[in-house]
């Protein structure tokens, strides 16, 4: 959540066409391509395809647009991840690009069917040399290089885990571990290290820790009701009613590893020290109920996992982030930031990269990183409501700025909002929090002018549930929404015609 100043800004000249989409007409079928001419997307009316599953009909459309796409066989070259069903009845079939059997890295497609009525493919394609297809190191091996990479010693949060992938780099597929590390330290880390199956050397890597009925009194003074739990005669910051799993915030003690029970003997919580809880757990459960009354999905995995908040983390630390378990939020120097718990924006901005994670899973890098970081402050904007600057209500005098990021004035913040001002870098990911900046930009000017955030959000969210894959670019942001809003109100509508134009004006196409 840190705001990045922007050292240079380094200007590309982005050159593409146009498109329009009718999803209504006969023989439209269209392939689009992003600015260096890759495929991704194949839509149109493709034509019927059989099959009692929606796997089967999924790798039957695949057939259809191989030639699009560049693979010889769908069933040699894909298989399935997951199927879902939207409430207008189309099926969305995501599948992995493989190299003899084994998933290629963020490589995915998305079949959109009706009952056999192939709407279009979402995704990509990319003719790989695989560099072997048997791994000489072993996953124990991998794993302990990957951690050694992080340079961290001390307990993980959760036990380290591989997979075996393909990974691109240029036109090789090289065989990797993919390993997961996730640890809390004064430098948190939720890593993503591809560790080569080969030799052991690391071959890529990413950290994606980015940088909320008792009664009880917040961080700005407001008073908020909420669900507890008592238990042998003591209150504890933990909510069993909404689902399955537990919405419950605890306690860091202002460490980085030990966690600790939130508690109180009458079920007010007004001191202080509690005020930072009050608010990530009251914003925890706010969040939820927007996803749940809005979209229907029970927790950022739709299937009720628990919503865990971790308050006083370290000391003095001004940051908020999602490390893949845990909400965690520092107090702030209190000289350029209060508690990072007391932003509304924030908590939504936090459990949305959790739903992301769950649905196109966009990876923490370059374009497909900074739509992660813009999709959660699309979703903060739209929950809280009332303005367009991000963590308004955490920043201090000393600090400048009012809030982090501009949605409506991006350059105001230094960050870009057009693809003329593009930054490339390999700082922070990719520049995933400066580029955001641009889809921030078309979100802003989407939802002003249909003057709706929360149409602007179902949209955005429906594009990352259905449309959207693991390495989207801005280009195939642009249609997955557009898909979105010709699915939810026609591709004839004003409000397509209105995110057509929003993309448009921050050089999108």
Same mark, same amino acid.
């Given at each position: 959540?840190?705001?990045?100043?922007?050292?240079?800004?380094?200007?590309?000249?982005?050159?593409?066409?146009?498109?329009?989409?009718?999803?209504?007409?006969?023989?439209?079928?269209?392939?689009?391509?992003?600015?260096?001419?890759?495929?991704?997307?194949?839509?149109?009316?493709?034509?019927?395809?059989?099959?009692?599953?929606?796997?089967?009909?999924?790798?039957?459309?695949?057939?259809?647009?191989?030639?699009?796409?560049?693979?010889?066989?769908?069933?040699?070259?894909?298989?399935?991840?997951?199927?879902?069903?939207?409430?207008?009845?189309?099926?969305?079939?995501?599948?992995?690009?493989?190299?003899?059997?084994?998933?290629?890295?963020?490589?995915?497609?998305?079949?959109?069917?009706?009952?056999?009525?192939?709407?279009?493919?979402?995704?990509?394609?990319?003719?790989?040399?695989?560099?072997?297809?048997?791994?000489?190191?072993?996953?124990?091996?991998?794993?302990?290089?990957?951690?050694?990479?992080?340079?961290?010693?001390?307990?993980?949060?959760?036990?380290?885990?591989?997979?075996?992938?393909?990974?691109?780099?240029?036109?090789?597929?090289?065989?990797?571990?993919?390993?997961?590390?996730?640890?809390?330290?004064?430098?948190?880390?939720?890593?993503?290290?591809?560790?080569?199956?080969?030799?052991?050397?690391?071959?890529?890597?990413?950290?994606?820790?980015?940088?909320?009925?008792?009664?009880?009194?917040?961080?700005?003074?407001?008073?908020?009701?909420?669900?507890?739990?008592?238990?042998?005669?003591?209150?504890?910051?933990?909510?069993?009613?909404?689902?399955?799993?537990?919405?419950?915030?605890?306690?860091?003690?202002?460490?980085?590893?030990?966690?600790?029970?939130?508690?109180?003997?009458?079920?007010?919580?007004?001191?202080? /020290?509690?005020?930072?809880?009050? &608010?990530?757990?009251?914003?925890? #459960?706010?969040?939820?109920?927007?996803? @749940?009354?809005? =979209? +229907?999905?029970?927790?950022?995995?739709?299937?009720?996992?628990?919503?865990?908040?971790?308050?006083?983390?370290?000391?003095?630390?001004?940051?908020?982030?999602?490390?893949?378990?845990?909400?965690?939020?520092?107090?702030?120097?209190?000289?350029?930031?209060?508690?990072?718990?007391?932003?509304?924006?924030?908590?939504?901005?936090?459990?949305?990269?959790?739903?992301?994670?769950?649905?196109?899973?966009?990876?923490?890098?370059?374009?497909?990183?900074?739509?992660?970081?813009?999709?959660?402050?699309?979703?903060?904007?739209?929950?809280?409501?009332?303005?367009?600057?991000?963590?308004?209500?955490?920043?201090?005098?000393?600090?400048?700025?009012?809030?982090?990021?501009?949605?409506?004035?991006?350059?105001?913040?230094?960050?870009?909002?057009?693809?003329?001002? /593009?930054?490339?870098?390999?700082? &922070?990911?990719?520049?995933?929090? #400066?580029?955001?900046?641009?889809?921030? @930009?078309?979100? =802003? +000017?989407?939802?002003?002018?249909?003057?709706?955030?929360?149409?602007?959000?179902?949209?955005?969210?429906?594009?990352?549930?259905?449309?959207?894959?693991?390495?989207?670019?801005?280009?195939?942001?642009?249609?997955?929404?557009?898909?979105?809003?010709?699915?939810?109100?026609?591709?004839?509508?004003?409000?397509?015609?209105?995110?057509?134009?929003?993309?448009?004006?921050?050089?999108?196409?």
């Amino acid at each position: 959540m840190n705001k990045k100043m922007i050292a240079t800004l380094v200007l590309t000249s982005v050159v593409a066409t146009a498109f329009t989409m009718n999803a209504g007409a006969a023989n439209d079928k269209q392939v689009l391509k992003d600015e260096k001419g890759a495929v991704h997307n194949v839509v149109g009316k493709l034509g019927k395809v059989a099959g009692a599953t929606a796997e089967e009909r999924a790798f039957n459309a695949l057939e259809k647009v191989k030639g699009d796409f560049g693979f010889a066989s769908a069933k040699d070259s894909f298989k399935l991840k997951q199927s879902h069903k939207d409430e207008s009845g189309t099926t969305h079939t995501k599948l992995d690009q493989t190299i003899a059997g084994i998933p290629v890295f963020a490589s995915q497609v998305i079949v959109h069917e009706a009952d056999g009525d192939v709407a279009g493919v979402s995704g990509s394609f990319k003719k790989l040399k695989a560099n072997t297809k048997k791994a000489a190191l072993t996953e124990v091996a991998a794993i302990d290089k990957a951690v050694a990479f992080t340079g961290f010693t001390g307990e993980l949060s959760e036990a380290a885990a591989a997979e075996l992938v393909f990974l691109p780099v240029g036109d090789q597929a090289v065989l990797t571990y993919k390993v997961g590390v996730t640890y809390l330290s004064d430098a948190p880390g939720n890593w993503t290290v591809f560790v080569n199956a080969v030799d052991g050397s690391i071959v890529n890597s990413f950290n994606a820790v980015e940088g909320a009925t008792g009664t009880g009194v917040g961080t700005l003074g407001d008073t908020k009701s909420f669900g507890t739990t008592l238990s042998g005669g003591t209150y504890y910051l933990e909510d069993p009613t909404k689902m399955t799993g537990l919405i419950r915030t605890r306690d860091m003690k202002n460490r980085t590893s030990s966690i600790y029970p939130m508690t109180d003997s009458d079920n007010v919580w007004n001191t202080s /020290y509690q005020a930072a809880a009050v &608010d990530a757990h009251y914003y925890a #459960t706010y969040v939820f109920d927007y996803y @749940k009354n809005n =979209y +229907n999905r029970i927790s950022v995995d739709n299937k009720g996992k628990a919503l865990e908040s971790l308050v006083h983390y370290g000391r003095n630390y001004n940051n908020a982030f999602w490390n893949g378990t845990y909400m965690v939020y520092g107090d702030g120097d209190g000289v350029n930031f209060r508690s990072f718990s007391a932003g509304l924006d924030v908590i939504a901005h936090e459990l949305t990269h959790g739903v992301t994670e769950f649905t196109s899973g966009l990876v923490y890098q370059d374009q497909s990183g900074a739509l992660n970081e813009s999709w959660s402050d699309a979703m903060g904007a739209a929950i809280e409501g009332n303005n367009w600057l991000m963590g308004e209500d955490l920043t201090l005098p000393a600090y400048g700025y009012v809030g982090f990021r501009s949605m409506s004035d991006p350059n105001s913040y230094g960050d870009p909002a057009h693809m003329s001002q /593009y930054v490339n870098t390999t700082n &922070d990911n990719g520049g995933v929090h #400066t580029n955001s900046g641009i889809p921030n @930009k078309a979100f =802003y +000017n989407f939802a002003t002018a249909i003057g709706s955030r929360s149409i602007a959000a179902k949209i955005w969210y429906t594009a990352s549930r259905d449309y959207m894959t693991a390495n989207t670019n801005f280009s195939g942001a642009r249609a997955a929404t557009l898909q979105a809003a010709a699915a939810l109100y026609g591709s004839g509508s004003s409000t397509y015609s209105a995110l057509a134009n929003a993309w448009s004006a921050v050089g999108v196409y």
